[in-house]
């Protein structure tokens, strides 16, 4: 009999077609503003953060860094978020010229 768990096995991934894995939003540095390029997890847990606002394209910025949690700003809003699910997240750095 085959267990299927928590789901955490199965990934699914939207990206833009860049070829660029990006950086984990988790790895991201505070105040630096970035663009998400992909976002990785099962697909309940990607439409979950797409409705919060993290989908591809959107800009983000992490706020503040909390051990384990995230502040990150997403266009007007505050998301906190944890370590696993902010590791689901792959951005791009945007340079000083919105690139």
């Given at each position: 009999m085959h267990s299927r768990g928590r789901g955490f096995g199965h990934r699914h991934r939207q990206d833009l077609g860049t070829g660029d894995d990006g950086l984990r939003l988790v790895d991201l540095p505070p105040n630096q503003e970035a663009e998400v390029v992909g976002l990785t997890g099962p697909f309940h847990f990607c439409r979950?953060?797409?409705?919060m606002g993290l989908h591809?394209?959107?800009?983000?910025?992490?706020?503040?860094?909390?051990g384990w949690h995230?502040?990150?700003?997403?266009?007007d809003c505050k998301v906190g978020?944890?370590?696993?699910?902010a590791s689901g997240v792959?951005?791009?750095?945007?340079d000083g010229e919105g690139k």
């Open positions: 979950r953060l797409a409705h591809v394209g959107a800009k983000v910025k992490v706020i503040q860094q909390m995230s502040i990150v700003q997403v266009g978020l944890g370590m696993r699910a792959l951005v791009r750095i945007i």
